[in-house]
T-cell receptor, first 112, second 111 residues
Framework: NAGVTQTPKFQVLKTGQSMTLQCAQD?????MYWYRQDPGMGLRLIYY???????DKGEVPNGYNVSRLNKREFSLRLESAAPSQTSVYFC???????????FGPGTRLLVL | KNEVEQSPQNLTAQEGEFITINCSYS?????LHWLQQHPGGGIVSLFM???GKKKHGRLIATINIQEKHSSLHITASHPRDSAVYIC?????????????FGKGTLLTVNP
């Protein structure tokens, strides 16, 4: 099992460009999450999906959209990237109702 | 004030030393988690505990619910233990749990 996979590993964007970060899990988990990690701050929740077909805002949703494509895949879209979105993005998944989350390897995003 | 505070922020040790990382929280929780993040790497869960103490190899995690405090201990530290250690607390929210994370403790173990 690959666990949680994320693509790309690293991306450089110019201000105003758009891109989609992809996440997939093969653990048959219902719940999936997107976090961002910034220097000097703890991980912060952007969006989550408790189950297929549902998505909800987290702590820092502005500037992002998500799609729960199916049970396996949960994508994060930046419609118009800003330098403030320079960060490391982590996708995670968990069984519904479980407290332990499994994290992907992260995507490093640099917005110039 | 952050809901989850870790100390120290940075810790440098010599191989073989006993290491302690602390975590305090200010909210009611369902459980406390310790996670490990190697440089440039992903995040893995080390422990989830809601009371008492857990041990895995050279790692020991304890929690005091009354004092809202947890510690992560590493015995006989090794350079491969160098990583960021993250404390997080989980709180029930609807059908799922919300995780709130500390800022992390960067541990460097020198040979």
């Amino acid at each position: 099992n690959a666990g949680v996979t994320q693509t790309p590993k690293f991306q450089v964007l110019k201000t105003g460009q758009s891109m989609t970060l992809q996440c997939a899990q093969d653990m048959n988990h219902n719940s999936m999450y997107w976090y961002r990690q910034d220097p000097g701050m703890g991980l912060r929740l952007i969006y989550y999906s408790a189950s297929e077909g549902t998505t909800d805002k987290g702590e820092v949703p502005n500037g992002y959209n998500v799609s729960r494509l199916n049970k396996r895949e949960f994508s994060l879209r930046l419609e118009s990237a800003a330098p403030s979105q320079t960060s490391v993005y982590f996708c995670a998944s968990s069984e519904q109702g479980a407290e332990t989350q499994y994290f992907g390897p992260g995507t490093r995003l640099l917005v110039l | 004030k952050n809901e989850v505070e870790q100390s120290p922020q940075n810790l440098t040790a010599q191989e073989g030393e006993f290491i302690t990382i602390n975590c305090s929280y200010s909210v009611g929780i369902s459980a406390l988690h310790w996670l490990q993040q190697h440089p440039g790497g992903g995040i893995v869960s080390l422990f989830m505990l809601s009371s008492g103490k857990k041990k895995h190899g050279r790692l020991i995690a304890t929690i005091n619910i009354q004092e809202k405090h947890s510690s992560l201990h590493i015995t006989a530290s090794h350079p491969r233990d160098s990583a960021v250690y993250i404390c997080a607390v989980s709180q029930r929210g609807g059908s799922n749990y919300k995780l709130t994370f500390g800022k992390g403790t960067l541990l460097t173990v020198n040979p």
